[in-house]
């Protein structure tokens, strides 16, 4: 993960770390991506660690606006140890409890589409051996972690705001595609 994270911020204009962030967040959140550019500092829980999803930004009338989650209903998300600490700095360096956690490099929305063009994804991924992941697999890798972890499947069906199980569904990542080690720095 860190090494599509960083492949991804070495290709974005002026090496912007954020795009990395939001894809080690996104995959370690089993999260949409609208979702992850609708995440706010007051939708954190610092004491459990809890992310309650509550939006997401998604392509609208006159550009990218936020609205309801995919499900219509808020979700709780937990936030894993090895990504808290990216949180944690975020989080600090909001004043505003309406402030958004992830941002392109000039404050606006994040889009799947923004994201692909500001990294250049499709030439990223291939680049590293990737070329089978498109955006919104990350989604689908973080539930496989759950799955792998063995966190009951009751558990990941509430999370990503699905009634189905990844593992009866087919949308999980392919075996062979699972080793992506989300390693420590």
């Known amino acids: 993960m860190c090494t599509l994270a960083d492949a991804l911020v070495e290709r974005s204009h002026g090496e912007f770390a954020g795009w990395g962030d939001v894809v080690k967040y996104g995959a370690c959140t089993a999260a949409r991506i609208g979702e992850v550019s609708g995440v706010r500092k007051e939708d954190i829980d610092w004491d459990t660690w809890m992310w309650t999803v509550r939006r997401q930004t998604t392509p609208g009338p006159g550009g990218l606006i936020d609205k309801g989650t995919k499900g219509k209903r808020a979700r709780t998300v937990p936030i ?13 360096a909001l004043t505003d409890p309406h402030g958004r956690l992830f941002t392109g490099p000039r404050g606006g929305r994040i889009s799947t589409a923004v ?3 500001a990294t250049h994804w499709d030439d990223v991924v291939s680049g590293i051996g990737f070329e089978w992941l498109r955006r919104h697999d990350l989604r689908h890798t973080g539930l496989t972690w759950l799955a792998d972890a063995g966190v009951p499947s009751t558990s990941y069906r509430r999370s990503p705001g699905t009634d189905r199980s990844p593992r009866h569904s087919g949308t999980c990542t392919p075996t062979a595609n699972r080793s992506w080690p989300l390693a420590r720095r």
């Open 80 to 92: 894993i140890e090895e990504i808290r600490p990216m949180v944690a700095v975020r989080l600090d």
């Open 115 to 117: 994201l692909r063009d």
